[in-house]
């Protein structure tokens, strides 16, 4: 069952962010995982939040998105992130096809 990724991305130094979006597709893709919306128009439709950079990627399943996410190739990058952006991050795993 599929697994996505969100996350919504507060960016405090653009050039260094830059780095990090060059670098990381790279590492998602090779657990799987892919863009399905990445920092597009955002338009609240109710409550008070107040989204920065939305982004949501999918993976095949909640193992491939945790291992790419403690894998050694993204922590490198994720240290960039932390460096330069405050970011909330969720997981949540997906429904099976009606």
Same mark, same amino acid.
């Given at each position: 069952?599929?697994?996505?990724?969100?996350?919504?991305?507060?960016?405090?130094?653009?050039?260094?962010?830059?780095? +990090?979006?060059?670098?990381?597709?790279?590492?998602?893709?090779? +657990?799987?995982?892919? +863009?399905?919306?990445?920092?597009?128009?955002?338009?609240?439709?109710?409550?008070?939040?107040?989204?920065?950079?939305?982004?949501?990627?999918?993976?095949?399943?909640?193992?491939?998105?945790?291992?790419?996410?403690?894998?050694?190739?993204?922590?490198?990058?994720?240290?960039?992130?932390?460096?330069?952006?405050?970011?909330?991050?969720?997981?949540?795993?997906?429904?099976?096809?009606?």
């Amino acid at each position: 069952m599929a697994a996505y990724l969100i996350a919504d991305v507060d960016i405090t130094d653009m050039a260094m962010f830059d780095e +990090y979006r060059r670098e990381v597709p790279a590492t998602e893709a090779r +657990y799987g995982g892919h +863009y399905l919306a990445r920092g597009g128009t955002t338009r609240v439709l109710e409550g008070d939040w107040e989204p920065h950079r939305l982004v949501i990627i999918e993976f095949p399943d909640m193992a491939a998105l945790t291992a790419w996410y403690d894998s050694p190739e993204y922590a490198r990058l994720k240290e960039i992130r932390v460096r330069c952006a405050h970011t909330r991050i969720i997981a949540l795993e997906g429904v099976l096809p009606a």
